[in-house]
T-cell receptor, first 117, second 112 residues
Framework: DAGVTQSPTHLIKTRGQQVTLRCSPK?????VSWYQQALGQGPQFIFQ???????QRGNFPDRFSGHQFPNYSSELNVNALLLGDSALYLC????????????????FGPGTRLLVL | EDQVTQSPEALRLQEGESSSLNCSYT??????LFWYRQDPGKGPEFLFT???AGEEKEKERLKATLTKKESFLHITAPKPEDSATYLC?????????????FGKGITLSVRP
C-alpha cells in the first residue's frame, strides 16, 4: 500500500522565483493538507483541499496557493519567493467527509526541502 | 487561540532509563490529540490518537495518556533507535479533518 509521496525531495530557488510542489495521497484518501515546517519548529498549517476545493486556510499570504486534481493529488504553489520561505514542506492525507471508514488521522509524506537563496 | 506547548525542548537519556515527555494544550473543544515521531529530514510518522481524558494507548516501549489539559508520552526502557523528535498536535471540533496545531517538538537522544 503506497503511502503519501511528494516531489521533488529537494529544491533550490532564488528570491522572487515561483515554485510548485506536488503530493500524491495515500491510497484511499481524498483529503490533502499542506504544512510548512521551519528548522526547529513544529509544522504550521497552510491549507487543506477536499473535493478539489480549498476547505481551510492557515495564516499564510496569498502568495501560497494550491490545487487538487480529480485523482486527489495536489499541488502547492508559492509565488515571489522570500528567504523566509525556506523550509520543509509537508503534505498530509486523510479520508474526508462522506467517505466510508471516516477517520481523522493525517498521514504525512517525506516532505520537500525548499531552500531560497 | 489554540496553543500546544511541549517540554522539555530536548531530553537526553541513557539506554534503559525511562522518562516522560509532556504536551500541554489549550483548545476550545478538543476532537483529538495526536503524537507523531519525526526523524531528521523526514516527515512525521503517526504514533497515537487520543480522544478523551483518561484514555491510554500503548505501542512497544511507548505509552500515551491524556488529561483535560495535557498529554504524556511515557518511554519505558528506551533504546538508541527511539532517538527522534516527538511532536504533539491537537485537532479541534470544527468540522471533519480540521487542521492540526503542533507544538515545537521534543528532541530525544538515547545514548547506548
Amino acid at each position: 500500500d503506497a503511502g503519501v509521496t511528494q516531489s521533488p525531495t529537494h529544491l533550490i530557488k532564488t528570491r522572487g522565483q515561483q515554485v510548485t510542489l506536488r503530493c500524491s495521497p495515500k491510497s484511499g484518501h481524498d483529503t490533502v493538507s499542506w504544512y510548512q515546517q521551519a528548522l526547529g519548529q513544529g509544522p504550521q498549517f497552510i491549507f487543506q483541499y477536499y473535493e478539489e476545493e480549498e476547505r481551510q486556510r492557515g495564516n499564510f499570504p496569498d502568495r501560497f496557493s494550491g490545487h487538487q486534481f480529480p485523482n486527489y493529488s495536489s499541488e502547492l504553489n508559492v509565488n515571489a519567493l522570500l528567504l523566509g520561505d525556506s523550509a520543509l514542506y509537508l503534505c498530509a492525507s486523510s479520508l474526508g467527509q462522506g467517505g466510508s471508514g471516516y477517520q481523522e488521522t493525517q498521514y504525512f509524506g517525506p516532505g520537500t526541502r525548499l531552500l531560497v537563496l | 487561540e489554540d496553543q500546544v506547548t511541549q517540554s522539555p525542548e530536548a531530553l537526553r537519556l541513557q539506554e534503559g532509563e525511562s522518562s516522560s515527555l509532556n504536551c500541554s494544550y489549550t483548545v476550545s473543544g478538543l476532537r483529538g490529540l495526536f503524537w507523531y515521531r519525526q526523524d531528521p529530514g523526514k516527515g512525521p510518522e503517526f504514533l497515537f490518537t487520543l480522544y478523551s481524558a483518561g484514555e491510554e494507548k500503548e505501542k512497544e516501549r511507548l505509552k500515551a495518556t491524556l488529561t483535560k489539559k495535557e498529554s504524556f508520552l511515557h518511554i519505558t526502557a528506551p533504546k538508541p533507535e527511539d532517538s527522534a523528535t516527538y511532536l504533539c498536535a491537537v485537532q479541534k471540533v470544527s468540522g471533519a479533518n480540521s487542521k492540526l496545531t503542533f507544538g515545537k517538538g521534543i528532541t530525544l537522544s538515547v545514548r547506548p
